[in-house]
């Protein structure tokens, strides 16, 4: 008798396994995905402005956690379709509350976040979703959330050994350029390139000035020059303006002929800020061209000091450097 139960318990047991692996050919239940914003060596030096990976294939209702593992700022933001790209003070507007729900119908926003921090998101129907940093034109991705039952191509293992090979790639890429010596009286404003993956684009940034400290005599100028894709930089001496008015210079910035900007400074007192340079945006057919951007910047000095000056929007991963003026 015992044995006989025994038997058949057994084959109910394999038919019950047997229907299970039928109609449920992967997980019914909703999972949560993690994925990571930017990498960073440990200087802070050298910034994947990137999600990693930025593509990944989900089911709907599946949830996606993000960690901001880095010290330069992003978001984490799910426009509607069509809408204007917002600044990253402004948001969807404003920012939305962790563990928000995407379908494309409203705006999902994480706000403006930097290390340690998480932010998720739900996405309970089927769609293709593009996923932007407010921060950081060109740092994009794509979210595919296919039907529940459908098959997954890849496990969260895959995801994370690609978060870590894009993430070292990327900073090996910024690494191999870390350092570019420019001309006399000349510094380099930072150096960074887009890179382009199935899911989106990424960048890469050198965040500092090279050769940024400078030897020169009274009547002498300095000429900053990016060789960013994507990335603005300033260089401001003395206090810093409002954080959200980085974008236009001082008053007491003039523009030369060729279109560089150009300030006088006669004492390290002096408040110069020379507003964003970077390089236009790409262009985009049947869109008005962009202007040129600007992509130099001269300072005449006319009295002797040392002269400390920052990036503004990257002072606090040692974008800075001092110029020394003699007589
Ligand atoms: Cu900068």
Redesign the pocket.
Known sequence: MTKLVTSQLRRNLCLCSLLTVLIFPVSAFADTWQLQVGAQTGDKANQALAFLPNEIWIHANDTITWSFVVDEIHTVTFLTPGQVRPSRFAGCPGATADFSVYDGSVCVNSGILQKPATYSVVFPAPGNFKLVCLAHPDMTATIHVLAELTALPHDQAFYDQQAAAQGGSLLSDARASAHVHAAHNAVIA?VGKINGTGGGTETVSV?RFMDARKVIHVGDTVEWTTSEAVTS??ITFGAEPDPTNLVPPSANVTVDADGARHAIISSPSDVVHSGFITQAPQDRTALAQAPLGVTRFRVTFTQPGLYHYV?A??DDLG?VGEIVVLP
């Open positions: 930072g965040m930089h300033t990036c929007l990257h974008m």
